[in-house]
Nanobody
Framework: QVPLVESGGGLVQAGDSLRLSCAASGRPFSNAVMGWFRQAPGKEREFVAGISRSGGSTSYADSVKGRFTISRDADRVTVYLQMNSLKPEDTAVYYC???????????????????WGQGTQVTVSS
């Protein structure tokens, strides 16, 4: 069973917006650090955004700063990635990840995350 399930991907035009969602499947991640990563064709998977357990701290890749916003709902069950002003170079499979930790901080390194979703495709046409 996949522990995390992403949704909200699709095909959009440059300048459009999308909101990705990440929900837990089988166990809650309300006390986990969460992150979004993406992998474009022929490239390595890269960090996009991260959020702390409480939701009080966030971090973004320079390439998406000012355009993307990561958040989690009040129950800290679902994590979102609001993507505005999309560009063709944002085309990728987007993955949600979770890390159990007692600390309230943001994790950018993907090898620290133990739980992953299967990904959702985002395609931005020019």
């Amino acid at each position: 069973q996949v522990p995390l399930v992403e949704s909200g991907g699709g095909l959009v035009q440059a300048g459009d917006s999308l909101r990705l969602s990440c929900a837990a499947s089988g166990r809650p991640f309300s006390n986990a650090v969460m992150g979004w990563f993406r992998q474009a064709p022929g490239k390595e998977r890269e960090f996009v955004a991260g959020i702390s357990r409480s939701g009080g701290s966030t971090s973004y890749a320079d390439s998406v700063k000012g355009r993307f916003t990561i958040s989690r709902d009040a129950d800290r069950v679902t994590v979102y990635l609001q993507m505005n002003s999309l560009k063709p170079e944002d085309t990728a499979v987007y993955y949600c990840a979770a890390k159990d930790t007692p600390w309230d901080y943001v994790v950018r390194r993907q090898n620290e995350y133990a739980f992953w979703g299967q990904g959702t495709q985002v395609t931005v046409s020019s």
